[in-house]
T-cell receptor, first 113, second 113 residues
Framework: AQSVTQLGSHVSVSEGALVLLRCNYS??????LFWYVQYPNQGLQLLLK??????LVKGINGFEAEFKKSETSFHLTKPSAHMSDAAEYFC???????????FGTGTRLTIIP | DAGITQSPRHKVTETGTPVTLRCHQT?????MYWYRQDPGHGLRLIHY???????DKGEVSDGYSVSRSKTEDFLLTLESATSSQTSVYFC????????????FGPGTRLTVL
């Protein structure tokens, strides 16, 4: 079975500050890991994904995440927050041979001007 | 953007009435999914389909049924709606060999009074 834990249902950062959203996963096999973003009244949009290979993954809008197997983590970061980053962010885990994804409960990011 | 539409986008109904939500894709993807999104729960899988007439239950399938008679359409039916089914419903699609990457529709906001 797979599971995802997102620490912090709400995170606030000042504009220009570092964004760090935490995601820990549980999987008995090598995982596929995803970050999705949801803007108000919209569907989910893929930010970035890790499947195999390089553990530091770069995504859209300046976000990146690092797969750390020893820590079972896939934290999302962005060096400098922008007002347009305000949204809800979801971490998800999948695996080879099973087309389903398991999602975390989400983190709402607020940017303080 | 992936070609996924959901209809209706908003619906208000009364307890005990049947409701059908439609997901339509133009991507010819094999897999289709229905999720519900509720505060504090993230996205939870209701049902999914791995081909025409091939469907299976997700983690919150009670009270829901699905049908897929064509590759492009995946219907979610609430046989007798209850207030606990008030939620935002998202359809997603994916294709084999894409490492579980899913593309989401815009969502349907359902209110059961």
């Amino acid at each position: 079975a797979q599971s995802v834990t997102q620490l912090g249902s709400h995170v606030s950062v000042s504009e220009g500050a570092l964004v760090l959203l935490r995601c820990n996963y549980s999987s008995s096999v090598p995982p596929y890991l995803f970050w999705y973003v949801q803007y108000p009244n919209q569907g989910l949009q893929l930010l970035l994904k890790y499947t195999t290979g390089a553990t530091l993954v770069k995504g859209i809008n300046g976000f990146e995440a690092e797969f750390k197997k020893s820590e079972t983590s896939f934290h999302l970061t962005k060096p400098s927050a922008h007002m347009s980053d305000a949204a809800e962010y979801f971490c998800a885990v999948g695996r080879f041979g099973n087309e389903k994804l398991t999602f975390g409960t989400g983190t709402r990011l607020t940017i303080i001007p | 953007d992936a070609g996924i539409t959901q209809s209706p986008r908003h619906k208000v109904t009364e307890t005990g009435t049947p409701v059908t939500l439609r997901c339509h894709q133009t991507e010819n993807h094999r897999y289709m999914y229905w999720y519900r999104q509720d505060p504090g729960h993230g996205l939870r899988l209701i049902h999914y389909s791995y081909g025409v007439k091939d469907t299976d239950k997700g983690e919150v399938s009670d009270g829901y049924s699905v049908s897929r008679s064509k590759t492009e359409d995946f219907l979610l039916t609430l046989e007798s709606a209850t207030s606990s089914q008030t939620s935002v419903y998202f359809c997603a699609i994916s294709e084999a060999g894409r490492h579980n990457e899913q593309f989401f529709g815009p969502g349907t906001r359902l209110t059961v009074l």
